[in-house]
Every structure is written in structure tokens, then in C-alpha cells.
């Protein structure tokens, strides 16, 4: 079934049979053993960085159907956290396998780079507002004269630091990655992500959607293989826009948050935490433009 904005929202969850070992803006993680955890997709929302008071009822739902469609789908180019496992099997209260039995995941414990994989695919958001003052992203040279939302030559690579809740996401160079993970991981990391995107990119056409930008996260085992984690191609993590009402100098009709950071922009508030708490209707069309989202890219067919 798929969730709908009467359905009750989960802002935060309070399993009672495992230990919570962190949360995160919209994820709560919890310690299963010594090589797996639980995590637990809420229905929180963040927006420049804030966690905003209001959930998204279905949200987590929505981020965590749509994330498994793509892990499946991008498992011949790269190897996933997931195990297989069902979150029902690890928690014994009934109502708690219940609540997490379509929000949660069983995973492998990684350790997770200290990078977020963004590849740009189209000139927007804050790639647009680096191109206008410089005429490149993030370092990287484009041709002059391009419009927002204009489709680059080809996709660019252009990775940020991962920051604490309520700190904002820094982009660096490819050289600062280098120094962070060493230049073969930085690498290995920059071919799989935009060979991740630009495969996704081509199915969601084809679905008549266009994928803009993304992040992805990678972690490390032990013997130090590379694996896909978090989330991968959501309206959470990346821009979705109709391909039927794309056009270049505005910024598109989005699937994704950019609906809630457009209402935001509306309002006086210096993007600090607390965040604004948001109207009903607000609440109601975003719940259906993530639903949206999932039922037009993981519908069969």
C-alpha cells in the first residue's frame, strides 16, 4: 500500500529492543550485533541543513521502497549494505516489527567515507549560483553562457563534506578528497558514482523523469570493499524534475524537497535551527510528490 498524507508520520522511532547508537537528519541507527545495524527511515525532513518540526507522513516509506528499487537495480555495478534480512526479525514487539516492517533495513556495520558523492548532471541550486560568480562548479570549468537548469556537457563530479546536524555541507575539490580517503579511493569513488547516476539518470527518462543532481555515500569493510549505503537516487538525496514541464532559465517542477526549500525561501528565516514548522497544505503536497516519485520509478513495467 502505498502511504498517504492521513497515514500518522514518525518523526522519531524508540525501539525497545536494540540500542540506539545514532541519528541522524532523517535516519535513526540502531546496533543489532557487532556487524549489523538497524535503521530505521523516519518521516523527519531537513532543508539547508535544519531538521524541520514537521514530518512528512509516508516520507520514510516513500525513501526506503524507492532506495531498495535502486540498490537492486545498481547492484551489477556496485555491492550494497543490505543483507537481506527483514527488520521484522530482529525486533520481537509486535507493534515495533509493525512500524518499521516498510521504513527499515537489516545492514552490514561499514565505516563510511567522510565524503558525500554529489554528481551534477544539470546547472542548478548551488551550482548555478557558483557558475554565475565564477563560470565553474566547484573548480570545475563549463562553457560560458549557460542557462539555469541547462543540461552540462556531461556529468561532473563534485564532492562535500558531510556535516553535523545543523552545519551545513561544504563542497571541496577533488584534490581535498584525495587528501581525505587517498587518490585510488577518491577515484574508484568519482567512476562509480557517475556511473551510478548516469545509469539511473537514463531509466528515470525513460520513465519521464529527469534526474538533475544526486549524493551518493559509500563505506568501507574491513578488508576495505567498497560498498553503496544510505540512501541511493530519492527525492531526499536528489532532484527530480518532470521531464514534460522541463525547460532551461527557471528552476523546474520538482518530485523532490525543492517544493519545501521554495516555500521556505518565502519566509523570513535565516536558515539556522529551529526550523519553521509547515502548514498543512505544504505538508500535503509533499507527501505526494515523494509518493509520486516512487510510484512512477518503481511501478513494474
Known amino acids: ?23 541522524g537528519k532523517v535516519r535513526d541507527i540502531y546496533e543489532v550485533d557487532a556487524d549489523h545495524l538497524l535503521i530505521v527511515t523516519t518521516d523527519r525532513l531537513s532543508a539547508f541543513d535544519v531538521v524541520l518540526p514537521t514530518p512528512i507522513p509516508g516520507k520514510g516509506e516513500v525513501l526506503t521502497q524507492l532506495s531498495n528499487f535502486w540498490f537492486a537495480r545498481m547492484q551489477p555495478v556496485v555491492a550494497n549494505h543490505l543483507t537481506g534480512r527483514r527488520p521484522e526479525d530482529v525486533l520481537s514487539d509486535p507493534a515495533e516489527q509493525a512500524m518499521v516492517a516498510r521504513r527499515a533495513i537489516v545492514v552490514r556495520r561499514l565505516k563510511p567515507l567522510p565524503v558525500e558523492a554529489v554528481v551534477r548532471g544539470y546547472l542548478i541550486g548551488s551550482g548555478w549560483k557558483d557558475y554565475q560568480a565564477s563560470g565553474a562548479v566547484c573548480g570545475i570549468p563549463l562553457p560560458k553562457g549557460l542557462p539555469m537548469a541547462a543540461q552540462l556537457p556531461e556529468p561532473i563530479f563534485t564532492p562535500a563534506t558531510k556535516a553535523e546536524i545543523g552545519q551545513h555541507d561544504e563542497n571541496i575539490s577533488f584534490a581535498g578528497m584525495e587528501k581525505l580517503v587517498g587518490s585510488e579511493l577518491a577515484r574508484k569513488v568519482r567512476e562509480l558514482s557517475i556511473g551510478i547516476y548516469t545509469r539511473g539518470a537514463e531509466y528515470a527518462r525513460s520513465r519521464g523523469i529527469i534526474i538533475a543532481d544526486t549524493k551518493f555515500e559509500f ?23 518532470p521531464a514534460a514541464g522541463y525547460r532551461t532559465g527557471i528552476s523546474p517542477p520538482s518530485f523532490d524537497k525543492q517544493y519545501v526549500r521554495d516555500y521556505l525561501e518565502t519566509l523570513d528565516w535565516d536558515k539556522k535551527a529551529p526550523g519553521p514548522a509547515l502548514p498543512a497544505e505544504v505538508i500535503r503536497r509533499t507527501s505526494e510528490k515523494y509518493r509520486q516519485a516512487l510510484e512512477i520509478l518503481a511501478r513494474p513495467g
Open 1 to 23: 500500500m502505498s502511504p498517504t498524507a492521513e497515514e500518522p508520520a514518525l518523526f522519531e522511532s524508540h525501539l525497545t529492543g536494540l540500542n540506539r547508537i545514532s541519528q
Open 219 to 241: 563505506g568501507l569493510d574491513e578488508a576495505g570493499r567498497l560498498y553503496l549505503i544510505d540512501e541511493v537516487l530519492t527525492p531526499d538525496s536528489s532532484r527530480f524534475w
